[in-house]
């Protein structure tokens, strides 16, 4: 994909309007139409349309303004995580809980009454 099609500040500016309950709820109804609002371009387009998470991080959007967006959509932060690892939800909860077993060793806990 040419990042040059992809007009980040728009979709950047698109994604904090979402903060604007009436936004939101244009934004749930008819998703293409919302977006069409900003001059995102046809690849901009096409990454929310899906969404595709990882494409747009890589094109430089951040990854906080498109929890806006998430939660408009009714995306939970896991199935995000997820998708942008290419894992199933389930994958991805394991994967998570693997990596808390294995950091909790690693970590400095406060002491543990007892």
């Not at 728009?10 to 994604?15: F, G, H, K, M, V």
């Not at 896991?78 to 199933?88: D, L, T």
Request: neutral net charge.
């Amino acid at each position: 994909m040419n990042q040059h099609a992809v007009n980040v500040y728009e979709i950047s500016r698109l994604l904090y309007d979402l903060r604007q309950p009436a936004n939101r709820e244009a934004c749930r109804a008819n998703p293409q139409a919302f977006y069409r609002r900003y001059a995102i371009g046809e690849d901009g387009l096409r990454l929310l349309a899906g969404p595709d998470w990882q494409e747009l991080v890589d094109a430089g959007v951040s990854i906080y303004l498109l929890t806006k967006l998430a939660a408009t959509l009714g995306v939970s932060l896991i199935e995000v995580g997820a998708a942008m690892r290419g894992m199933s939800k389930e994958q991805f909860e394991r994967f998570l809980g693997e990596q808390n077993r294995r950091n909790r060793a690693l970590a400095v806990l406060p002491e543990e009454e007892t």
